[in-house]
């Protein structure tokens, strides 16, 4: 599974970003696809994930702000973050599950100016 993320950039605190994330490659019976974040001298954390049947999981940090989507025609996961504040700035990396297999994205990096 080959997993292509888009849409990372730099945008002002309050503001909306977009991700994308389309997963190609052995993608039969892709399971949970999400997004985890990293930022600059913290561990990789959990944004959010969605099961293959759309039931979803967020961080509380990004709770009613973020909305994690996905597209099972397209093998596409989307994360739409609005009300974005600059500890949101990381690298968000697409992750996806194949029992037993986890897959993980290349990162886009979302920067938050405040």
């Known amino acids: 599974v080959q997993l292509q993320a888009s849409g990372g950039g730099l945008v002002q605190a309050g503001g909306s970003l977009r991700l994308s994330c389309a997963a190609s490659?052995?993608?039969?019976?892709?399971?949970?696809m999400g997004w985890y974040r990293q930022a600059p001298g913290k561990q990789r954390e959990l944004v959010a994930i969605?099961?293959?049947?759309?039931?979803?999981n967020y961080a509380d940090s990004v709770k009613g702000r973020f909305t994690i989507s996905r597209d099972n025609a397209k093998n596409t996961v989307y994360l739409q973050m609005t009300s974005l504040k600059p500890e949101d700035t990381a690298v968000y990396y697409c992750?996806?599950?194949?029992?037993?297999?986890?897959?993980w994205g290349q990162g886009t990096q979302v920067t938050v100016s405040s």
């Open positions: 969605i099961s293959r049947g759309g039931t979803t």
């Open positions: 490659g052995s993608i039969f019976t892709i399971n949970n």
């Open positions: 992750w996806v599950t194949r029992t037993p297999t986890q897959y």
